[in-house]
């Protein structure tokens, strides 16, 4: 398998995290690249998700992508076999990425020449949802089998995010997952949040969820 | 459904974590009360597991739970059901419980009258891992949905339990998990972890769980 790079990013000195991703917002559009900030609970699919939306938009997008991960080059290492630009950033145990982390991230990445940079945050429901990383837009994942009552435990992350994918959908029939229950709770934390129930393994849905980014990216970059 | 009562617990003002941590566990040693903290990712099947583990003991133990979250009380809501004396810990945003925190819960719960409390942590496989919260055995869930690559990825959880449960077997035919790679990984991180494949669902594999618990706790109360 291709080795990766692997950056160890630590917490940031900037005292005012807010105020640091909006300078790297104002960078992204100067440059015209659009950054996404992927978040999940761990084992949710991201990099199964991500790979295949790589595969659906790699040839209208240049797209880099940076793996975030406390240990391990397991994901970059998928990432890399897509043909994608691709940097593994280890935290050093820290359980999210902020603003300065992001930024040190994209400087070894390099995005002149990328139209997309996906930010596959670490696996945590929590502490990632606190900061913002500079990104255009924040997606989550659910999968099916972490259960319909999540929006209720894990508030913040629903509120901070523009997208809700639902992943595993081919799992359906064998959990107790009810996709209404789930919108309901999740438009109750945040009634923009756009939904899309897809199965990166069968690729159900997945269209939907490609279009809307690729709408998005070319939106950012173009106007 | 039963009414719970909700415990807002904050930071703890406790310099030293671990010392306090200690101390909490000299204080159960000499009630003859066990604390178990359970930690998993969300969605990993900690409340139903603990439902039925609950059914298991509690003829045999006295029983206590704290159910920890950052919002909502639909946990210890299942849990009050089951007829053991329940409370909810809110951590008001916070992604962990510290051994403060635990203490609080511990004299809102009350423990005197109780064999065994279970502290089901917040979900999250990073921070909890970071802090002692008092407890005389630590033990985490994954679930098959979640990827046998896990110890790759979150190494400080492995290394500091005690136990490993592996839920949802049952699902196993639908997902790429291979037991045999998770048993390897998470003993290079832990190699005197317990590891119990179980399904709480359907209930295999719960026995050697149970036995295994109620061993520790007597242990620990009788010696």
């Known amino acids: 398998m291709d080795k990766v790079k ?5 917490e940031s ?11 790297i917002r104002e960078e992204l559009k100067k440059e015209k690249t659009f950054l996404l900030n992927l978040m ?35 994901d970059a290492e998928k990432i890399a076999a897509t043909g994608v ?10 359980c999210h990425l902020d603003a300065g982390m992001t930024e040190h991230g994209l400087k070894e990445l390099g995005t002149k020449d990328l139209d997309l940079v996906v930010l596959e945050n670490v696996g945590n429901l ?6 913002d990383t500079g990104a255009v837009k924040n997606a989550m994942i659910l999968s099916v089998p972490e259960g319909h009552d999540k929006p209720l435990k894990y508030p913040l992350i629903f509120t901070v995010c523009d997208v809700l994918i639902i992943n ?11 996709l209404e229950k789930v919108r309901e709770y999740a438009h109750m934390r945040n009634p923009n949040l756009k939904i899309f129930p897809v199965s990166a393994k069968t ?4 269209d939907a969820w490609t279009n809307w980014l690729k709408q998005q990216v070319n939106e950012w970059n173009n106007t």
């Not at 692997?6 to 630590?10: F, G, L, S």
């Not at 959908?169 to 997952?177: A, H, L, Q, T």
């Open 168 to 178: 595993k959908i081919d799992v359906m029939p064998y959990f107790d997952f009810d």
């Open 126 to 131: 929590v502490c990632p949802a606190e900061f």
């Open 203 to 206: 690729g159900e849905g997945m």
């Open 13 to 23: 000195i900037f005292a005012d995290n807010n105020k640091e991703a909006d300078r």
């Open 6 to 10: 692997i950056i160890e990013v630590k």
């Open 40 to 74: 999940s609970s761990p084992g949710s699919g991201k990099t199964t998700l991500l790979m295949r939306t790589i595969e659906a938009l790699k040839d209208e997008l240049r797209i880099g992508v940076m793996e975030a991960d406390i240990d391990s080059a397991v």
């Open 85 to 94: 630009r691709s940097i593994q950033l280890h935290t050093g145990g820290m």
